[in-house]
């Protein structure tokens, strides 16, 4: 059984770089591509990215300029970097297992998810 | 940017049934899958491609699409099933967009 563990900084001053990491446990880390979701407090999902085993990288268009999603294929773990946060990117931050490689993005769905990192930017 | 339009809470009688819809351009050419999120807990998806359910989901959960509207019916409700509820897609550059969310009060 798949099982993801993430951790980073919860606490950020704006315009610091947000640093997140995941591990994956069990399963296979090849065979699939490897997203971040993120959730402002009360408000509904974003995806920010995703990434697999070859470091293909996608990101969504609305954060594309501020996001780097880098993988480690030694460890099974993928990270998650965003520069110049403002308080808007105050959210709980996910990580979760996407779409099989080889698989359109249009089938991709995501599970499981990793336990959440709230990260709080604040001056 | 691509949107998925879901209502923002049903509320629904112990026993009864309750429809959530999720309306999308492109949802008729998409799968569209759905989530349930507890308060503090991470997403679990329910619904997969449309109508599959994942190993452990109950049959009274069930999907269906029809044209850009997708539904999520849960059927004899109970109180565990009081949670967030949210639709996901892909647009057609790949961009993963997920349903505004709606709350379900039993």
């Known amino acids: 059984q798949v099982q993801l563990q993430q951790w980073g900084a919860g606490l950020l001053k704006p315009s610091e770089t947000l640093s997140l990491t995941c591990a994956v446990y069990?399963?296979?880390?090849?065979?699939?591509?490897w997203s971040w979701i993120r959730q402002p407090p009360g408000k509904g999902l974003e995806w920010i990215g995703e990434?697999?085993?070859?470091?293909?990288?996608n990101y969504n268009p609305s954060l594309k300029s501020r996001v780097t999603i880098s993988v480690d294929t030694s460890k099974n773990q993928f990270s998650l970097k965003l520069s110049s946060v403002t308080a808007a990117d105050t959210a709980v931050y996910y990580c979760?297992?996407?779409?099989?490689?080889?698989?359109?993005?249009?089938?991709?769905?995501?599970?499981?998810w990793g336990q959440g990192t709230l990260v709080t930017v604040s001056s | 940017s691509y949107e998925l339009t879901q209502p923002p809470s049903v509320s629904v009688s112990p026993g009864q049934t309750a429809r959530i819809t999720c309306s999308g351009d492109?949802?008729?050419?998409?799968?569209t899958h759905w989530y349930q999120q507890k308060p503090g807990q991470a997403p679990v998806v329910i619904i997969y491609?449309?109508?599959e359910r994942p190993s452990g989901i109950p049959e009274r959960v069930s999907g269906s699409s029809s044209g850009t509207t997708v539904t999520l019916t849960i059927s004899g409700v109970q109180a565990g099933d009081e949670a967030d509820y949210y639709c996901?897609?892909?647009?057609?550059?790949?961009?993963?967009?997920f349903g505004t969310g709606t709350k379900v009060t039993v």
């Open positions: 979760a297992r996407g779409r099989q490689k080889g698989i359109a993005a249009r089938r991709g769905w995501f599970d499981p």
């Open positions: 069990g399963g296979s880390f090849s065979g699939y591509y």
């Open positions: 990434i697999n085993h070859s470091g293909s990288t």
């Open positions: 492109a949802l008729a050419k998409q799968y």
């Open positions: 491609k449309d109508t």
């Open positions: 996901q897609s892909a647009d057609s550059s790949g961009t993963y967009v």
